[in-house]
């Protein structure tokens, strides 16, 4: 070894850098590494694009919610790395870029979507049909009775704590039959209505006659 070399502050070795400085170093070459993360992110976003799709159209039974949040992962980590070319951070802003356009339509259907399973599971309650049948308005009884027809009298007899008939509802609808038959060849009329009314705080039968010779219904 040299003294002189010794003397002049030289060791005759090759200088090694501190940590600090490689680590500077490293940092402004974009490796191979970093361009193979941004290659995969890509590939990420694409699958990412086609899961979805295929969630929509039911071949995939859950939205791919682990690849996205992968890619959201990727996304960071390479937002924080140090991009030493413009290529690199241009392909980065890109594909950043469809991930939140591909993530905000895949949101807002899945949000859709999920608005109109809650609408089929509680759909709104039916409008309520108005009765084919309404003893207070009458029922027309012509040569045939409808059973539903029967049933309306009967429960009107009965409704807001009225005294229910003192017969079975089949010995209601054939009395009903003979009144109207009587009142029929009484009066030549076409039909009998029969209604509902209450006098005195009492529930009561009424008939009259309808169309035929007593004049128009």
């Known amino acids: 070894m040299d003294p002189k070399r010794i003397a002049r502050g030289g060791s ?19 490796g191979p590494g970093l361009q193979e993360e941004i290659d995969h992110l890509g590939r990420d976003i694409q699958q990412l694009r086609i899961d979805f799709e295929r969630f929509f159209s039911g071949a995939l039974p859950f939205p791919p919610e682990e690849l996205r949040l992968r890619i959201q992962a990727q996304l960071r980590g390479l937002r924080n790395s140090n991009l030493a070319t413009a290529v690199d951070s241009f392909r980065l802003t890109d594909m950043e870029a469809r991930y939140n356009s591909y993530n905000e339509l895949y949101s807002r259907r899945l949000r859709n979507l999920e608005e109109g399973r809650r609408q089929v599971a509680h759909p709104p309650p039916p409008a309520a049909e108005e009765p ?3 003893a207070r308005r009458g029922v027309l009884v012509a040569d045939r009775l409808e059973p539903l027809a029967v049933e309306a009298l009967y429960n009107g007899l009965a409704a807001d704590g009225g005294e229910a008939p003192r017969f079975d509802l089949a010995s209601f609808g054939a009395f009903l039959m003979r009144q109207a038959a009587a009142m029929r060849a009484k009066t030549g009329c076409a039909a009998v209505q029969f209604r509902i009314a209450t006098e005195d705080g009492k529930r009561k039968l009424k008939a009259r006659p309808v169309g035929g010779s007593t004049g128009p219904p």
């Open 12 to 30: 005759g070795l090759p200088r090694r850098e501190g940590p600090a400085a490689s680590a500077a170093g490293a940092a402004k070459r974009p």
């Open 132 to 134: 084919r049948f309404d």
